[in-house]
């Protein structure tokens, strides 16, 4: 079994299986390791003490180390489509497998030979209280990537000097690509239960699942061996609880607790859709790919689970599949949707900084857009996003909303490292009427004071 920190990350690893290297960004405390934002330990191109930085590719030739671990084929294309437009700047890759990645990068970080640039993820939080990885502000600012990325995207790679408050505080890394959870649905089952529309509100949701059960189908195909039911469960939180609670407690603020009316209406949702046979029976049992599977052959109408499933769904559906954000308490409500992004840190021991940052203003380009599109994330700068068909259009669709309303939620097991597990069992045991609503939040509280402090 892994420990917390590999399952905060493993959380977020996905389009191919593992939801993706999404963890929780956290601060990076350089100014205690005597470099102010958006510096670095040294090097031939590094920023100012002044905290200025420079975004000038070098015209000489430099050699950059990129370690990471998701997405190959798309971190391979984006370093060829940057060494395209800056030729003299070359990027060697190296790759480690999912499992070992934390553990080797955290000892190729605090050495002398550490990579440049590196996907970052939420094990990786301790880098930053060491002075090791580079506060991005500076470069936030030179680049105006503040009006480029989504806002929501950047601030869930916002840490505070502590490395345990997100949303606030050091940008400490860049967004590749982001994901989204919503909504996917089966048309020709829809029309089969006498349903004309995608679900605007959680009520028509429930009415539809009603409607699918008197029909003899399966309302909604759900994994809860892993991660399909905290899919479920986060959208309904989203969407029934006050979103700005809901994100200061998985950030870690100070004072948020979990156990609130609204949660508990929620999480009785979650549970009376179990018990009224709208989810398969099998579901506890079921792997959050497994569901996916299942949905894709006609086994529901209704799936929960992110744009990782798109190419599946797509391939084996084609226009019999749509995708939606998931319906809001209320239809003039903002757009909530849990989401994360591959994201990529800066060593502070890189000695061509400036070339370094340019990759990751690379990361918004059109070019980056289709690459990213390619590999199953939604671009960060949807005004780039290349046109698409099909369930993909859907995406991109909800994906704008998502934007527009800035509703994009941190995942909630990012609330601390043990809290995945916690989850995932929890959710199992409120599945099958064996723990209700109160206590199951409570217990979830639990781990929470535990890792901030009660």
Request: charged share 20%.
């Amino acid at each position: 079994m892994p420990d917390g920190k590999d399952l905060e990350m493993g959380h977020t690893l996905r389009p191919h299986g593992r939801r993706a290297l999404f963890g929780a960004a956290v601060a990076v405390a350089l100014v205690a390791a005597g470099c102010a934002p958006g510096s670095s330990g040294g090097g031939s191109d590094t920023a100012a003490s002044s905290g200025a930085v420079s975004t000038a590719v070098p015209p000489d030739k430099v050699t950059l180390k990129l370690a990471f671990t998701d997405s190959p084929d798309m971190t391979k294309a984006l370093v060829d489509a940057f060494h395209a437009k800056y030729p003299q700047v070359t990027i060697e890759t190296q790759y480690t497998q999912f499992n070992d990645y934390v553990k080797s990068l955290k000892l190729s970080m605090s050495s002398d030979t550490a990579p440049d640039i590196a996907q970052y993820n939420a094990a990786l939080k301790d880098l930053s209280a060491a002075g090791l990885i580079v506060d991005l502000s500076g470069y936030e600012k030179a680049y105006d990537w503040d009006t480029v990325f989504p806002k929501s995207a950047l601030d869930e790679l916002r840490v505070d000097k502590t490395g345990k408050v997100l949303g606030t505080g050091s940008l400490v890394a860049v967004p590749a690509g982001l994901s989204l959870v919503g909504l996917y649905y089966n048309k020709d089952l829809m029309a089969k239960a006498g349903i004309s529309a995608p679900p605007a509100t959680v009520d028509e949701l429930e009415a539809d699942l009603a409607k699918a059960k008197q029909a003899g189908l399966t309302g909604m195909a759900v994994g809860g061996l892993d991660t399909g039911a905290l899919h479920v469960w986060g959208s309904l939180m989203d969407s029934m609880t006050d979103p700005t609670a809901q994100r200061n407690w998985i950030n870690g603020k100070a004072g948020s607790s979990i156990v609130t009316d609204d949660a508990v209406a929620a999480t009785d949702t979650f549970a009376s859709w179990a018990k009224q046979g709208w989810f398969p029976s099998s579901a506890n049992g079921t792997s959050e790919n497994d569901s996916a599977t299942a949905f894709s052959k006609g086994g529901s109408v209704f799936h929960v689970n992110g744009n990782w499933a798109a190419a599946q769904l797509g391939e084996a559906m084609g226009d019999n599949v749509g995708f939606s954000v998931f319906p809001p308490k209320t239809k003039d409500a903002k757009a909530v949707g849990n989401g994360f992004s591959v994201s990529y840190m800066l060593s502070s021991k890189g000695k061509h900084q400036a070339a370094a940052a340019a990759f990751l203003d690379f990361l918004r380009s059109p070019e980056a857009a289709v690459i990213e599109s390619k590999g199953g994330f939604l671009p960060p700068n949807a005004e780039a996003a290349p046109a698409a068909t099909g369930v993909q259009a859907d995406l991109a669709t909800a994906n704008q909303k998502i934007v527009s309303d800035d509703g994009l939620m941190p995942f909630p097991d990012f609330a601390a490292p043990a809290m995945l597990d916690k989850l995932t069992s929890g959710l199992q045991q409120v599945a099958a009427g064996r723990m209700d609503s109160k206590a199951f939040l409570q217990s979830l509280q639990e781990v929470w004071d535990s890792y901030h402090g009660s």
